[in-house]
């Protein structure tokens, strides 16, 4: 059993991580760091605590889970090492390559794992991207594009989310999603080239990029908008046998939102309707239909991380992949 700090009880926390932590009977959420309101109205068998240093004191604490605003991860997972707990932290990890290899060095040092949240690898729209890419189904890959848009013209209300600051912008929030999953299907890129706007009124932060990574002979497209209002394929995959287009968001945030259980029948369960679109060559005969999606399941972040720190097995989210993505960023930014 590992028993679980919870550094932060906003969407992450209360809606993206909680409830995971409690489905999972090899966690036990122990305490939650907040200041806002009372988990124990959700959760109630955990404890409250009003700041980090009192989960770092608790030597019950194995694991502190970070889901703080992003310019404060860095200090909080550098303070938890130091105080030999492994770490769990909302993406994205860092503001920059060199506090990200900092984290990682440390932990080595000290004998701890550090996880990052990409929970998004397990949304069932690319579980069932990655089946499809993986099969070889499309033969040899020309050409994949990735969209993560949203329709919001009016600023969040969380001003945190809306002010200059490290890691602030859809860059460092969307964009570390799709940037993840280009670099788990493909590695790192040979180049890299993008630009990120001011596209809302009155904003004072990046809300658009236009990304593209060369990997040869494949082509990458990543683009992020926070003004689309009518909705695009989510990914569009081209190969010399075929193609492959998805529309459709993953369910399960709004699944949680909605006060569905990991647990529950259906959780996860995308409608027949967003099913994707396959047009490819199969041993020698043309084919066009639909290829149902993959369960969404970010339960298997959070069982992967327990059988990376109980069981010392294979980290499913490696640092150095994670550090590829901030490399990435970070040459965006420059451009």
């Not at 990458?220 to 689309?228: E, F, I, N, R, Y």
């Not at 020698?284 to 149902?292: I, N, Q, R, W, Y």
């Not at 369960?295 to 980290?315: C, H, M, R, V």
Request: proline share 4%; glycine share 8%.
């Amino acid at each position: 059993m590992i028993n679980v700090a919870l550094v932060g009880f906003g969407l992450s926390g209360r809606y993206l991580q909680a409830p995971f932590f409690e489905a999972n009977p090899n966690f036990r959420l122990k305490t939650v760091v907040c200041n806002s309101q009372d988990p124990r109205a959700i959760f109630p068998s955990v404890s409250v605590a009003k700041h980090i240093d009192e989960v770092l004191a608790d030597a019950e604490i194995d694991l502190v889970s970070i889901c703080t605003p992003s310019s404060t991860h860095h200090e909080l997972a550098i303070k938890s090492l130091n105080a030999n707990k492994h770490i769990l932290v909302e993406k994205p990890f860092t503001s920059t390559v060199a506090e990200a290899e900092e984290i990682v060095a440390l932990a080595k040092e000290k004998n701890k794992v550090v996880y990052i949240f990409q929970n998004r690898r397990f949304d069932g729209d690319f579980r069932t991207v990655r089946k499809v890419v993986d099969s070889g189904i499309l033969g040899e890959l020309i050409s994949y594009e990735a969209h993560y848009d949203r329709y919001k013209p009016v600023l969040n209300p969380k001003r945190w989310k809306e002010v200059v600051s490290p890691a602030n912008g859809i860059l460092y929030d969307l964009g570390a999603h799709i940037i993840d999953q280009t670099i788990t299907l493909f590695g790192a890129p040979k180049n890299v080239w993008g630009e990120t706007y001011v596209q809302r009124e009155g904003s004072e932060i990046d809300d658009a990029f236009d990304i593209r990574l060369d990997y040869g002979k494949l082509k990458v497209t990543l683009k992020s908008s926070l003004l689309v209002r009518e909705e695009g394929p989510r990914y569009v995959i081209h190969g010399t046998k075929g193609s492959f287009i998805k529309y459709g968001l993953d369910v399960q945030e709004d699944n949680l939102k909605a006060g569905l259980m990991p647990s529950m029948e259906g959780f996860g369960i995308e409608s027949k309707a967003n099913s994707g679109i396959l047009n490819a060559e199969i041993n020698g005969v043309s084919f066009k239909g639909h290829v149902d999606t993959e369960p969404g399941n970010w339960g298997l972040l959070f069982q992967n991380l327990y059988e990376t720190i109980a069981e010392s097995k294979d980290q499913f989210i490696k640092p150095e992949q994670i550090i590829e993505q901030m490399k990435i960023i970070e040459a965006v930014k420059k451009i």
